[in-house]
């Protein structure tokens, strides 16, 4: 016999802390509990490292339909539409609602009380709103601390989740089978102590963020692990779009700098892509030359870095005033000097790194994914905004917009069944596990899943590299999944299964687009082919272990 305990009983459980996490738990705390589970501290997301900002129509200038036509075409023809307007019409009122909530973003010196607007690549206005080159981090930490004195919302830091709880799977003592599944939570692992517990919720909402760490080489942080995507695919929710990672074009070569990102913002300003002997060459690739769409100018450097055999490629940020490059991106120029690189007189060393995934978990318009009481919402979920490419700074935008729209749904499904109690849930079975005699296996088959990722799929890709990349990877994941089952688990096995199941899900995505769209280049299939694969990607746990 099981024995049964709800250790944490909440109306909305929220795995993640980041813009759509914190964002959601917000709204959802006008009339419910809520519980914020995060796996380091509060501040640690992916957000927290956004430098550009967010893009909204807001000059004068500009319109809705210009922001959803760049939108759509960066998409490669398989944008949702509906989905691309509901976030460009509902843009200037989540950038006025962060106003109101006393997040600061830089005003334009001449227009006294106007917004500053950047540009970025693909976009025909300046559109993007921003805190200097910190962003992400002015809104985090705005957030957070709203949330943190929020009486409904509690945070539970240092904790990750290891599964959804499902009714058919986890609920004890029914007469009779649910007629529909449902998910009621989570089982979350504390971290210090290797306890796990279970978190039972009416509704779930996953902003567990990306997985950029199943690439050797990223911009995103040690938590991009994602954890999100993987449970709710074991759960059972369709996947879509996951061939599609964007590679952010300039990160900062040098072995310390952890593929620090040189925003595009700082193209927006000027400054220009050079190969090593000093030429410019992006004017041969597109007509928007270096502000052209992040794909392009990727794919771009990796063709110049292999024509010419080098290691990277050179950015010209000294072309911009001093003034400006202090002012307008401080972080970024505080940190390229310190790597002891004189970037007001000599143009800096970069290479493109894995940056964001623009598929995810299947949403609805309301972030509901297909099984009643989930959510996803921010990167994790793939809401049809970015098809096949995302539009630089839409990312903040998106989270923003579908973490409202899904505290809203969530609001009204608590409503609707208020009254039914949260079911009484099995405490997690360790299964005898014991510890590993060598922790560093794990961490071999971490570094080997990343290598193969980067090596055979990365910005440009050949059905071979993608065929040799399944086998590789699916090698790794029978090994991760015997030890899953066999050693007590930490958050290191955790993560490192669900890495491994991301990046099956992605050479599995990739390998059914036999064409070239957006982010996914084949070089064997160097054309997109509309008839057979102008639609989404979409896998479900029968097309993949
Ligand atoms: C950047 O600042 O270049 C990154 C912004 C984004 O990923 O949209």
Not at 326 to 337: G, Y
Not at 392 to 406: G, I, T
Not at 487 to 506: C, F, K, T, W
Request: hydrophobic residues 40%; aromatic residues 6%; positive net charge.
């Amino acid at each position: 016999m099981r024995r049964i305990r709800n250790e944490l009983e909440t109306d909305v459980l929220v795995v993640g802390s980041g813009i759509a996490g914190l964002s959601v738990a917000l709204h959802a705390a006008q009339f419910a509990r809520v519980l914020v589970v995060t796996k380091r501290e509060g501040h640690e997301s992916n957000t927290n490292y956004a430098q550009g900002g967010i893009a909204a129509a807001l000059g004068e200038d500009d319109s809705l339909e210009l922001h959803e036509r760049d939108t759509l075409a960066c998409g490669a023809g398989i944008s949702d539409p509906e989905a691309v307007r509901v976030l460009v019409e509902e843009g200037p009122g989540e950038i006025a609602r962060l106003l109101t909530l006393g997040v600061r973003f830089d005003r334009d010196p001449k227009l006294p009380g106007i917004l500053a607007l950047g540009r970025e690549g693909g976009h025909s206005r300046r559109r993007i709103v921003h805190s200097k080159d910190r962003t992400g981090r002015a809104i985090e930490s705005v957030l957070l601390k709203l949330a943190q004195r929020h009486p409904k919302i509690s945070i539970l830091e240092n904790h990750i989740m290891v599964d959804l709880i499902l009714d058919s799977k986890h609920v004890v003592g029914r007469k009779r089978p649910a007629a529909r599944d449902r998910v009621w939570g989570a089982y979350v692992l504390d971290r210090a102590t290797g306890k796990i517990r279970a978190s039972a919720a009416r509704a779930t909402v996953l902003a567990t963020g990306g997985a950029g760490k199943a690439y050797l080489y990223t911009t995103n942080p040690d938590i991009a692990t994602g954890d999100g995507l993987a449970a709710a695919f074991r759960a059972g929710a369709p996947v879509a779009n996951l061939e599609f990672v964007q590679f952010h074009p300039t990160c900062l070569f040098h072995p310390e700098a952890k593929s620090f990102l040189i925003s595009e913002a700082v193209r927006g300003e000027g400054a220009r892509l050079l190969t090593t002997d000093g030429r410019p060459f992006m004017h041969r690739y597109h007509r928007l030359g270096d502000l052209a769409p992040r794909d392009i100018v990727a794919r771009a450097i990796d063709a110049e870095m292999k024509r010419r055999g080098d290691k990277f490629v050179l950015l010209d940020m000294a072309r911009l005033k001093r003034r400006l490059l202090l002012k307008r991106f401080p972080h970024i120029t505080t940190r390229v000097l310190a790597f002891g690189y004189d970037v007001f007189n000599d143009p800096i060393p970069v290479v493109p790194a894995a940056h964001y995934v623009c598929g995810g978990v299947v949403t609805d318009l309301d972030a509901r994914t297909a099984i009643p009481g989930l959510y996803a919402c921010g990167e994790v979920a793939c809401t049809g905004v970015h098809g096949a490419n995302r539009l630089a700074s839409n990312s903040l935008l998106e989270a923003l917009v579908f973490a409202r729209r899904a505290g809203k749904a969530v609001l009204g499904e608590l409503l609707s069944e208020a009254r039914a109690p949260l079911p009484k849930l099995p405490v997690w079975r360790f299964n005898g596990a014991v510890a590993p005699k060598e922790q560093v296996i794990f961490d071999h088959n971490w570094d080997a899943l990343r290598r193969v990722l980067w090596d055979y799929m990365g910005i440009v890709r050949t059905d071979e590299r993608l065929r040799r990349a399944a086998t590789m990877v699916g090698v790794l994941r029978d090994q991760i999944e015997r030890d899953y089952w066999s050693y007590r688990l930490d958050s290191d096995l955790v993560e490192l299964r669900n890495i491994g199941l991301v990046a099956d899900l992605m050479v599995a995505s990739a390998r059914r687009r036999k064409e070239s769209r957006g982010l996914h280049w084949n070089a064997d299939h160097p054309r997109p082919l509309d008839r057979a694969f102008r639609k989404d990607t979409i896998l479900t746990r029968q097309d993949v272990r």
